[in-house]
């Protein structure tokens, strides 16, 4: 039995990102699949006052069960409204990869769909996103489509070499399949580990630079697609004090370099309206817990590690809206 994201008291993207490229900010779009993490996003978003996109993976709607998200999603606008602002909120599937699992979750009350198609041909990546826009739309919910391939591995998706977005195919792109808004590659990466030590110069200090990201990209594609909502997935920064609390309480993370925050910043001015953050709130949580699971090593109560974690997560998330993407005070 379907239902639509309105009866669940969603948003579409549509509205959001108008706003957001007029506005010269970027929607948060933050990953999650377990009650701390959403009770951490929709806290940070209420504080701020901004509008949020709920992100999914393939992996994540396995892992909660799509029942259990569906109410989740539910529950969080309730939940928004009872902490005392109501804010746009959209549940997104991030990096769908068939035509099957996108209709799936526009019937369970998505509100948003990407279908990740850029493992294909160009001429079949058209023709796949096509079809997922004309259901969705026949149901009110919008599309984001992918050209140009990320690096790094997420959940189900993996990928050894990026491939940038090429200028030239996004105009027949965008008007052959319909779509809402437009995925790119300019340089960003999945995962904690973005970027090997050789593609990385290092500082006086020893701390790893990582390349910058192709700003003449993103400008030749928005002078194609003047206003036309662009995404950025890949583009969690990887806090170097989490990387560092997590190693010093057993962990083994290994030359992890994320995006700089400041040339997120600046791409959330462009035309970039949706910025995606998942590794950093991993990142966070982990940190946490594992400091947790240090100094009190009789603590056995979920609670008394996995709060602290939600804790971290919300301060980074409110940190991300006011700071980074620029979404404070938007909703």
């Known amino acids: 039995m379907s239902i639509s994201y309105k009866d669940l008291g969603l948003v579409n993207t549509k509205e959001m990102f ?17 009650m701390e993490q959403l009770q951490a996003i929709i806290q940070a978003c209420v504080e701020t006052k901004s509008p949020v996109i709920l992100q999914v993976s393939s992996g ?4 909660a069960n799509a029942t259990l998200l569906k109410n989740m999603a539910r529950g969080a606008v309730e939940y928004a409204k009872e902490l005392g602002y109501e804010i746009p909120i959209c549940l997104h599937l991030d990096h769908g990869d068939t035509f099957e699992l996108c209709k799936d979750c526009i019937d369970s009350g998505f509100s948003s769909v990407m279908i990740d198609g850029s493992h294909h041909s160009f001429e079949e990546n058209i023709a796949l996103t096509k079809k ?10 919008t599309v984001e489509g992918e050209l140009g391939v990320l690096a790094g591995v997420e959940d189900d ?19 052959k399949t319909g779509v809402d808004s437009l995925a790119i590659s300019i340089g960003t990466s999945h995962g ?14 020893g701390v790893l630079i990582p390349p910058p990201l192709r700003f003449d990209i993103l400008e030749e594609i928005e002078r194609k697609l003047p206003g036309f909502p662009i995404v950025l997935h890949g583009s969690s920064s990887v806090p170097q004090e989490h990387v560092e609390t997590i190693n010093k309480f057993g962990g083994a993370m290994k030359d992890a370099v994320g995006i700089p925050e400041e040339q997120l910043r600046k791409a959330a001015k462009s035309a970039v309206c949706k910025i995606n953050i998942d590794s950093d709130g991993r990142l966070a949580m982990t940190a946490a817990i594992r400091k947790v699971f240090a100094e009190k090593p009789a603590e056995f109560d979920p609670r008394k590690y996995l709060g602290p974690a939600r804790d971290e997560l919300k301060k980074l998330y409110m940190h991300k809206n006011i700071n980074v993407l620029g979404s404070a005070d938007k909703a």
């Open 60 to 63: 994540a709607r396995k892992y």
């Open 192 to 205: 904690a580990n973005k970027f090997t030590p050789a593609q990385c110069t290092r500082n006086a200090d």
């Open 18 to 34: 108008a706003k957001a490229v007029e506005g010269g900010y970027a929607i948060p779009a933050y990953n999650f699949n377990n």
């Open 132 to 141: 997922v826009v004309e259901y969705a739309h026949a149901n009110g919910v």
């Open 157 to 175: 998706v993996v990928a050894e070499k990026s491939h940038y977005t090429k200028p030239e195919e996004v105009i027949e792109f965008v008007s």
